[in-house]
């Protein structure tokens, strides 16, 4: 049966690029794996086979290449089918030392076991959590090592074989011309080995996919961007090699009285224009608690108060930051008739909205309202 294009296996385009492929891969990979279709298990694995093979062509540069240019021939016995040139993508350093590692009884190995992929986990924090530092429990799916074949992917009692293409070495040559290309063995993938009979739970691939519940403490000073790293809790490697990172990615939620700048926190308070006038004593929030601040006689609008310490302590040590205070001075809404006379009053002994003694700002407006409008007129 011939085989299908690799492009349409993983349904990409031809100009695809490397994050394509992978996230191609992840996702059917996900959907056709055999532990996960056990109503069409056999059709699931073969399907499974297929998408594992056309990524490990496609996410391979020099395969890739081969691949463009030749096909499926690329791969088959007698290297790239026909004639003339290197291939696309050939290696020129790979070529001459393939040459000299001939003469000279070198040449590569079979490929080592790869790293695990380091994984991300997206957390949200309220300011309190990110501020005081919180230890969360969170849920993540993984590949770990399969604990029935202890991550060779052979059957238990079984062990893989000696790959008959490459003979262990991992590697292929094909030959152009008078040079010899060397490519990773198409049988065993690079590895040297090839497992007749692999393991029933894991299917040859000595990683399982689980979900792993995981304790993460998120020190103290925190903020969105941060990220927390757990060494070794990313997807197991490949044939014991080491498990890749989880990287904690922080975003602390907006808050409903402060907002945060760096280590220093902001918030508005509101005053009456009694206090502000005159000057008084009131609370105001922090994240240790209400404090008292003093404020003077004659505050306005803008005016901003600096409460040392009262922010966040810095996560990589140092001082603290502190809470900024902006004033609002608040117009009085929903006066009684006594209130509304009052202020009349007060407002008449003021001199109305020219008091130039009790409402600088005032009067300097109107006088330069004034003039705006002479110059008008005398032009």
């Keep these: ?9 993983l349904e990409l385009e031809k100009n695809a690029s490397e994050k394509d492929i992978k996230r191609a891969y992840k996702r059917l990979a996900m959907k056709f794996h055999p532990d996960r279709n056990q109503d069409n298990k056999d059709e699931s694995e073969a399907k499974f086979k297929e998408i594992k093979e056309a990524y490990e062509v496609l996410s ?39 040459v000299f590692g001939d003469i000279f009884g070198g040449g590569r190995r079979q490929q080592r076991p790869s790293r695990g992929s380091d994984l991300q986990y997206n957390m949200e924090l309220t300011l309190e959590e990110a501020v005081r530092g919180v230890t969360k429990e969170i849920r993540i799916p993984t590949l770990e090592t399969c604990d029935v074949c202890h991550g060779n992917g052979a059957k238990p009692g079984t062990s893989a074989d ?8 991992g590697q292929v040559h094909m030959r152009q011309g ?26 040859g691939h000595g990683r399982v996919e689980r979900y792993k519940t995981l304790s993460v403490k998120i020190p103290a000073g925190v903020d969105t961007g941060d990220r927390v790293r757990l060494s070794g809790e990313g997807e197991a490697g490949e044939k014991g090699a080491p498990a890749g990172d989880l990287f904690v990615q922080v975003h602390v939620l907006p808050h409903n009285i402060f907002e945060r700048d760096g280590n220093n926190l902001h918030c508005e308070v509101p005053i009456n224009f009694a206090i502000a006038a005159l000057g008084g004593e009131i609370e105001v929030p922090t994240l ?88 008008l007129t005398s032009k």
């Design 288 to 375: 240790d608690g209400r404090v008292k601040l003093k404020i003077p006689a004659e505050t306005q609008t803008g005016k901003v108060f600096r409460m040392k310490s009262k922010g966040v302590k810095s996560v990589r040590g140092g001082l603290q930051g502190d809470l900024m205070c902006h004033i609002v001075v608040e117009t009085p809404v929903k006066l009684n008739e006594k209130q509304k006379e009052l202020l009349k009053e007060f407002g008449e002994s003021l001199g109305g909205t020219s008091g130039e003694k009790n409402s600088p700002r005032s009067k300097s407006f109107l006088d330069g309202v004034k003039k705006f409008f002479d110059d």
């Design 60 to 98: 391979d540069e020099q395969k890739r290449a081969a691949y463009d240019q030749y096909g499926h021939a690329a791969f088959e016995q007698g290297g790239m089918g026909g004639g003339g040139g290197f291939g696309g993508g050939a290696d020129f350093s790979d070529v001459f030392g393939d």
């Design 178 to 203: 008078f040079f010899s290309v060397q490519q990773a063995c198409p049988t065993c993938h690079g590895r040297g080995k090839v497992i007749k009979d692999p393991c029933n739970k894991c299917h």
């Design 162 to 169: 000696t790959c008959s293409t490459c003979h262990g070495m």
């Design 1 to 9: 049966m011939a085989k299908r294009d690799f492009y349409q296996v």
